[in-house]
Protein backbone atom coordinates (compact mmCIF):
# COMPACT_ATOMS: atom_id res chain seq x y z
CA UNK A 1 0.00 0.00 0.00
CA UNK A 2 3.10 2.20 0.95
CA UNK A 3 4.13 1.78 -2.74
CA UNK A 4 0.79 2.89 -4.26
CA UNK A 5 1.03 5.92 -2.09
CA UNK A 6 4.55 6.86 -3.42
CA UNK A 7 3.61 6.75 -6.82
CA UNK A 8 1.57 9.53 -8.14
CA UNK A 9 -0.37 9.70 -11.20
CA UNK A 10 0.91 11.56 -14.38
CA UNK A 11 -0.26 14.65 -15.57
CA UNK A 12 -2.67 14.07 -18.37
CA UNK A 13 -0.94 16.38 -20.29
CA UNK A 14 2.83 16.75 -20.50
CA UNK A 15 3.97 20.38 -19.30
CA UNK A 16 5.81 22.59 -21.84
CA UNK A 17 9.45 23.82 -21.53
CA UNK A 18 7.99 27.05 -21.21
CA UNK A 19 6.26 25.64 -18.05
CA UNK A 20 9.42 23.97 -16.83
CA UNK A 21 11.18 27.20 -17.20
CA UNK A 22 8.77 28.93 -15.11
CA UNK A 23 8.59 26.68 -12.59
CA UNK A 24 12.06 26.43 -12.27
CA UNK A 25 12.38 30.37 -11.90
CA UNK A 26 9.51 30.79 -9.16
CA UNK A 27 11.47 28.02 -7.10
CA UNK A 28 14.96 29.56 -6.95
CA UNK A 29 14.02 33.60 -6.21
CA UNK A 30 16.64 35.68 -6.59
CA UNK A 31 17.11 38.66 -3.69
CA UNK A 32 15.80 41.88 -4.63
CA UNK A 33 17.98 44.12 -6.10
CA UNK A 34 20.06 47.28 -4.27
CA UNK A 35 18.42 50.57 -5.35
CA UNK A 36 19.50 52.40 -7.70
CA UNK A 37 21.97 55.38 -7.39
CA UNK A 38 18.40 57.33 -8.61
CA UNK A 39 16.53 56.33 -6.01
CA UNK A 40 19.15 56.42 -3.06
CA UNK A 41 19.77 60.35 -4.36
CA UNK A 42 15.76 61.06 -4.78
CA UNK A 43 15.34 60.05 -1.29
CA UNK A 44 17.92 61.55 0.26
CA UNK A 45 16.73 65.19 -1.35
CA UNK A 46 12.89 64.13 -0.09
CA UNK A 47 13.74 63.83 3.27
CA UNK A 48 15.89 66.29 3.10
CA UNK A 49 13.85 68.86 1.31
CA UNK A 50 10.76 67.78 3.86
CA UNK A 51 12.64 68.43 7.35
CA UNK A 52 13.05 72.49 7.00
CA UNK A 53 9.52 72.83 6.46
CA UNK A 54 8.43 70.59 9.58
CA UNK A 55 11.27 72.03 11.37
CA UNK A 56 9.35 75.63 10.92
CA UNK A 57 5.95 73.71 11.13
CA UNK A 58 6.76 72.66 14.73
CA UNK A 59 8.41 75.93 15.96
CA UNK A 60 5.10 77.46 14.87
CA UNK A 61 2.96 74.73 16.76
CA UNK A 62 5.09 75.40 19.52
CA UNK A 63 5.76 78.95 20.16
CA UNK A 64 2.11 79.69 21.66
CA UNK A 65 2.50 77.15 24.06
CA UNK A 66 5.70 78.90 25.27
CA UNK A 67 7.69 75.81 25.04
CA UNK A 68 11.03 77.18 24.20
CA UNK A 69 11.22 80.02 27.31
CA UNK A 70 11.23 76.66 29.75
CA UNK A 71 13.77 74.69 28.34
CA UNK A 72 17.21 74.67 30.12
CA UNK A 73 19.60 77.94 28.58
CA UNK A 74 22.25 75.45 27.71
CA UNK A 75 19.52 73.62 24.78
CA UNK A 76 17.95 76.92 23.81
CA UNK A 77 18.82 80.71 24.63
CA UNK A 78 17.49 83.73 22.18
CA UNK A 79 20.19 85.58 20.66
CA UNK A 80 20.10 89.12 19.90
CA UNK A 81 21.02 90.00 16.64
CA UNK A 82 20.90 93.16 14.47
CA UNK A 83 18.41 94.31 11.80
CA UNK A 84 20.61 93.30 9.01
CA UNK A 85 21.98 90.32 10.37
CA UNK A 86 18.17 88.65 11.31
CA UNK A 87 16.82 89.80 7.65
CA UNK A 88 20.17 88.25 6.30
CA UNK A 89 19.43 85.19 8.44
CA UNK A 90 16.20 84.88 7.68
CA UNK A 91 16.10 85.27 4.08
CA UNK A 92 18.21 81.85 4.09
CA UNK A 93 15.87 80.31 6.06
CA UNK A 94 13.42 81.57 3.56
CA UNK A 95 15.21 80.67 0.81
CA UNK A 96 16.14 76.93 2.39
CA UNK A 97 12.34 76.93 2.47
CA UNK A 98 11.94 77.55 -0.73
CA UNK A 99 14.73 75.71 -2.50
CA UNK A 100 12.62 72.10 -0.97
CA UNK A 101 10.28 72.39 -3.62
CA UNK A 102 12.17 72.07 -6.58
CA UNK A 103 14.03 69.32 -5.03
CA UNK A 104 11.30 67.60 -3.91
CA UNK A 105 9.54 68.23 -7.16
CA UNK A 106 12.86 67.02 -9.46
CA UNK A 107 13.31 63.66 -6.63
CA UNK A 108 9.48 63.08 -7.04
CA UNK A 109 9.63 62.96 -10.41
CA UNK A 110 12.89 60.80 -11.06
CA UNK A 111 11.15 58.23 -8.71
CA UNK A 112 8.06 58.38 -10.75
CA UNK A 113 9.16 58.15 -14.17
CA UNK A 114 9.51 55.05 -16.23
CA UNK A 115 12.70 52.62 -16.37
CA UNK A 116 13.37 53.30 -19.87
CA UNK A 117 13.82 57.18 -19.29
CA UNK A 118 17.22 56.85 -17.76
CA UNK A 119 18.90 59.82 -18.84
CA UNK A 120 15.99 62.22 -17.57
CA UNK A 121 15.83 60.03 -14.62
CA UNK A 122 19.38 60.96 -14.03
CA UNK A 123 19.22 64.61 -14.92
CA UNK A 124 16.63 65.08 -12.00
CA UNK A 125 17.90 63.44 -9.97
CA UNK A 126 21.32 65.09 -10.03
CA UNK A 127 18.92 68.66 -9.96
CA UNK A 128 17.28 67.53 -6.84
CA UNK A 129 21.33 66.95 -5.81
CA UNK A 130 21.98 70.18 -6.78
CA UNK A 131 18.87 71.91 -4.72
CA UNK A 132 19.54 69.63 -1.35
CA UNK A 133 23.48 71.08 -1.59
CA UNK A 134 22.29 74.27 -2.30
CA UNK A 135 19.50 74.34 1.12
CA UNK A 136 22.58 72.34 3.24
CA UNK A 137 24.90 76.07 2.17
CA UNK A 138 21.60 77.87 3.43
CA UNK A 139 21.72 75.98 7.00
CA UNK A 140 25.70 76.26 7.32
CA UNK A 141 25.62 79.99 6.42
CA UNK A 142 22.63 80.71 8.59
CA UNK A 143 24.61 77.95 11.35
CA UNK A 144 27.51 80.40 11.14
CA UNK A 145 25.47 83.38 11.73
CA UNK A 146 24.31 81.74 14.89
CA UNK A 147 27.31 80.68 16.21
CA UNK A 148 28.97 84.49 15.36
CA UNK A 149 26.55 86.43 16.91
CA UNK A 150 26.83 83.71 20.35
CA UNK A 151 29.93 81.99 20.20
CA UNK A 152 29.66 80.23 23.71
CA UNK A 153 26.34 78.81 22.67
CA UNK A 154 28.01 75.05 23.34
CA UNK A 155 25.11 73.02 22.28
CA UNK A 156 24.59 74.52 18.44
CA UNK A 157 28.51 74.41 18.35
CA UNK A 158 27.95 70.62 18.91
CA UNK A 159 24.52 70.01 17.17
CA UNK A 160 25.28 72.52 14.59
CA UNK A 161 28.66 70.80 13.39
CA UNK A 162 27.35 66.79 13.94
CA UNK A 163 24.06 67.90 11.67
CA UNK A 164 26.51 69.97 9.11
CA UNK A 165 28.72 66.61 8.41
CA UNK A 166 25.89 64.79 8.48
CA UNK A 167 24.56 66.13 5.87
CA UNK A 168 27.69 66.84 4.08
CA UNK A 169 28.68 63.17 4.13
CA UNK A 170 25.42 62.37 2.97
CA UNK A 171 25.49 64.83 -0.10
CA UNK A 172 29.26 63.37 -0.71
CA UNK A 173 27.88 59.88 -0.70
CA UNK A 174 25.11 60.56 -2.87
CA UNK A 175 27.38 62.64 -5.59
CA UNK A 176 29.80 58.86 -5.36
CA UNK A 177 27.09 57.06 -5.83
CA UNK A 178 25.63 59.07 -8.78
CA UNK A 179 28.82 58.74 -10.63
CA UNK A 180 29.78 55.15 -9.95
CA UNK A 181 26.05 54.12 -9.99
CA UNK A 182 23.75 52.44 -12.21
CA UNK A 183 20.27 53.20 -13.12
Known sequence: MAQKMDRQPAH????????KE?????????APPLPG??????????IN??????ALALSFILQPYNVFSKMPSWIYHRIELTDAVGAMGSALELGRIWCGVPQAAAAAL??????????VRRALAYLAL??????HCMF???????????PGYIFMWIGGAAIFFLCAAGDLFCFQDMLLGED
Open 12 to 19: PLPMSVEE
Open 130 to 135: AATVAS
Open 22 to 30: KKKKQARRP
Open 110 to 119: ALLLAGRRRR
Open 37 to 46: AVTLVSLWAL
Open 49 to 54: ACLPAL
Open 140 to 150: ASVLGIILAAD
